[in-house]
């Protein structure tokens, strides 16, 4: 059985409030200059270089979401949040559907922290994916393709190879676009599963 992972509010945990509250701050005052910034004097090259940095910080921001929600996981009270359960609370303070909620939470459960009932860390369930979305190498398209693959996968696969599909997925991902990908996933399920669909 594995747990998400429960951190004590030491006194390490209050300077990690004051840091993420004052990341907070800095993200959002970077948001504010940018939007104040004009674009003219790029060429169309540096443009896409731009649209491109964008995007990598936008594929990463998942990453700290995950560890967010795998924390209000554990703590497992939906009712101290004022709901019936982590979707209702999330659909209610984000202002997202139901379905985009129980998303962000099915994706955490994949790609977040984990701890043992023993108190040991472990790595995501999806390591590779993992990785490569904290690096910015995978948007939600390829998350979204990948995870679907390796769900596909059947119990009698092996588990080394059932590893090494989920890491060869998330190499591909980090290298082609998301039309590319979603064949290759499809063929490495193909010859996983000769005799599936």
């Given at each position: 059985?594995?747990?998400?992972?429960v951190r004590t509010m030491g006194r390490a945990?209050?300077?990690?409030?004051?840091?993420?509250?004052?990341?907070?701050?800095?993200?959002?005052?970077?948001?504010?200059?940018?939007?104040?910034?004009?674009?003219?004097?790029?060429?169309?090259?540096?443009?896409?270089?731009?649209?491109?940095?964008?995007?990598?910080?936008?594929?990463?921001?998942?990453?700290?979401?995950?560890?967010?929600?795998?924390?209000?996981?554990?703590?497992?009270?939906?009712?101290?949040?004022?709901?019936?359960?982590?979707?209702?609370?999330?659909?209610?303070?984000?202002?997202?559907?139901?379905?985009?909620?129980?998303?962000?939470?099915?994706?955490?459960?994949?790609?977040?922290?984990?701890?043992?009932?023993?108190?040991?860390?472990?790595?995501?369930?999806?390591?590779?994916?993992?990785?490569?979305?904290?690096?910015?190498?995978?948007?939600?398209?390829?998350?979204?393709?990948?995870?679907?693959?390796?769900?596909?996968?059947?119990?009698?696969?092996?588990?080394?190879?059932?590893?090494?599909?989920?890491?060869?997925?998330?190499?591909?991902?980090?290298?082609?676009?998301?039309?590319?990908?979603q064949k290759l996933a499809d063929h490495l399920?193909?010859?996983?599963?000769?005799?599936?669909?």
């Open positions: 059985m594995v747990r998400t992972s945990g209050f300077a990690d409030r004051e840091t993420v509250l004052a990341a907070l701050d800095a993200i959002e005052t970077a948001h504010d200059q940018l939007e104040q910034c004009s674009f003219d004097g790029f060429s169309g090259e540096e443009l896409l270089g731009v649209l491109a940095r964008r995007e990598r910080v936008t594929w990463r921001a998942p990453v700290i979401e995950h560890r967010i929600l795998a924390r209000l996981v554990a703590d497992g009270n939906p009712g101290a949040l004022g709901a019936s359960s982590l979707t209702v609370a999330l659909t209610e303070r984000l202002r997202i559907s139901s379905t985009e909620a129980r998303r962000r939470l099915a994706e955490a459960t994949d790609l977040g922290p984990r701890i043992s009932v023993t108190g040991q860390p472990l790595e995501p369930v999806l390591p590779g994916l993992a990785a490569a979305q904290a690096a910015g190498r995978v948007g939600p398209e390829h998350i979204a393709i990948a995870r679907k693959a390796v769900a596909k996968i059947p119990t009698t696969v092996p588990t080394p190879d059932r590893e090494r599909a989920e890491r060869d997925l998330a190499l591909l991902a980090g290298q082609y676009g998301t039309q590319v990908f399920i193909a010859v996983l599963d000769p005799d599936g669909d």
